[in-house]
């Protein structure tokens, strides 16, 4: 009797370290201990204790029409990363990735470099139509932006996700996009908390559009704390070799000062004039760092646009760009400042914009989650589409009516990345799933115990 119990309890403590798999797998971070996660809190970001300032570029080999991830290609990524190291740039955007394909290498080798990576989670096939938004806030829409997350989210060095870029732009019409913008950004960082992952902060990327600039800043930072967004980026190519006031940036720092959340510049870099990169001075002294933390210089790669600061190719070919040094030697003599930069340690919502002739939206209501894509909240997304699926913007499974405020927020609690170490006034940190196998080993060692007596 007393083997039979034996073995029985064997198997009660054996399957309590027993999990049931999700349909998505989640991997645990690729830890780096000195680049630890960077997080949110008041109207900056942080490193750790340190305030985190975007230094970057903008990373689109291919250009927008090019439908390449790379990231996934390594040869690709071991020649650019050696480029990026030359710039000292602390960031890189990436606007198209293929979430089917895995990337470990590549962020590696960009963590090993301590460069941070902001994702677009869109793609040409899997994104929201301006014009044609409803149709396009689908469940199979959602299901590839979800997957990019659950591509990107075990790595300590994703910085954050884009939820649209330029969407909205100057015609009227397209302001009415807006509120499908807000739903995916919502739907993002519900999903992020649902999954467990720690909280990797979401925003938009606008077209810096004068007539409706500041109503979209206000409606992405409205409503309720899970309509809002964790940033606002914005693209400004207005500063062409002038100055802080000859820009118009000064007046831009005043328009946003008091907002509540991180704003960065998500594109900048005039080439109207020769490029000598003034604006990294002037996004990295005082007059700018109380409100805005950084920026992302266009481009690194030369494309038809003219951008560029580096000719790619044939192979592991690089042709600096005179405005490639210009673009290092700016970084250099303009460093990152120390202290908080003059950060609002608070965070408070906007009020939302009323509709004008400039700006459409007429109501606070964003749509509901479209009925197919709630299942992936708890199952996860699954496989990714990648690069080169059916596409999405006509597909069925659209929202059929309005969300309530608050149903967006997260039945799960976000887990921190395990390099996180740090607390920051304001921040919020969830608490992830427990390792059942210290409990289990406990269990064994005081139940052999048991047995051991018992059996004297």
């Not at 030359?86 to 090993?112: E, F, P, Q």
């Not at 591509?151 to 397209?174: C, Q």
């Amino acid at each position: 009797m007393k083997s039979i119990s034996l073995m029985s309890a064997l198997a009660s403590i054996a399957s309590l370290s027993a999990a049931t798999p999700t349909p998505t797998e989640q991997e645990q971070p690729h830890k780096r201990a000195d680049l630890p996660a960077v997080t949110v809190s008041g109207n900056a970001f942080w490193k750790g204790k340190e305030r985190f300032y975007i230094r970057g570029i903008d990373y689109q080999p291919g250009g927008s029409s090019g439908m390449t991830d790379p990231l996934a290609d390594l040869d690709m990524c071991k020649r650019d990363v050696a480029e990026f190291k030359k710039l000292g740039v602390n960031t890189i955007r990436v606007y198209m990735v293929d979430n089917s394909k895995k990337h470990d290498d590549c962020m590696k080798l960009l963590a090993d470099a301590g460069i941070y990576v902001v994702i677009d989670a869109n793609t040409p096939l899997y994104s929201l139509n301006r014009y044609d938004p409803h149709q396009s806030y689908n469940d199979k829409y959602l299901q590839s932006v979800f997957a990019t997350i659950d591509a990107f989210a075990k790595y300590d060095n994703t910085l954050a996700f884009f939820s649209g870029n330029e969407v909205i732009n100057d015609v009227v019409n397209s302001t009415l996009a807006a509120k499908y913008v807000k739903a995916t950004t919502r739907d993002m960082r519900q999903y992020i908390g649902n999954r467990g992952y720690r909280k990797i902060p979401v925003g938009y990327s606008a077209a810096d559009v004068s007539q409706n600039r500041m109503q979209l800043a206000s409606y992405m930072n409205c409503g309720t704390d899970d309509e809002r967004s964790d940033f606002f980026a914005f693209n400004d190519y207005s500063w062409c070799s002038s100055s802080f006031t000859d820009s118009g940036w000064d007046q831009k720092v005043k328009m946003f000062t008091g907002y509540g959340i991180p704003i960065f510049l998500s594109e900048y870099g005039c080439i109207t004039h020769t490029r000598d990169f003034g604006e990294i001075g002037a996004l990295m002294s005082d007059k700018m760092t109380g409100v805005y933390s950084g920026g992302l210089m266009y481009e690194y790669a030369v494309e038809e646009n003219g951008y560029g600061i580096a000719k790619l190719g044939p192979g592991s070919k690089v042709e600096e760009k005179p405005e490639f040094a210009n673009f290092a030697k700016a970084m250099s003599k303009y460093p990152a400042p120390t202290g908080d930069g003059g950060f609002t340690s608070t965070t408070k919502a906007a009020a939302c914009p009323t509709k004008d002739s400039n700006w459409l939206v007429d109501s606070t209501k964003l749509p509901a989650i479209p009925d197919g894509a709630k299942k992936f909240m708890k199952d996860g997304a699954g496989t990714g589409p990648g690069l080169k699926g059916e596409g999405s913007q006509q597909a069925q499974g659209t929202s059929t009516g309005d969300a309530e405020p608050g149903s967006g927020s997260p039945t799960n609690t976000a887990s921190p990345s395990s390099s996180e170490t740090h607390k920051l006034s304001g921040s919020t940190r969830g608490i992830g799933a427990v390792d059942k196998a210290p409990f289990v080993l406990t269990g064994l060692v005081m139940f052999f115990t048991l047995t051991g007596t018992l059996l004297l």
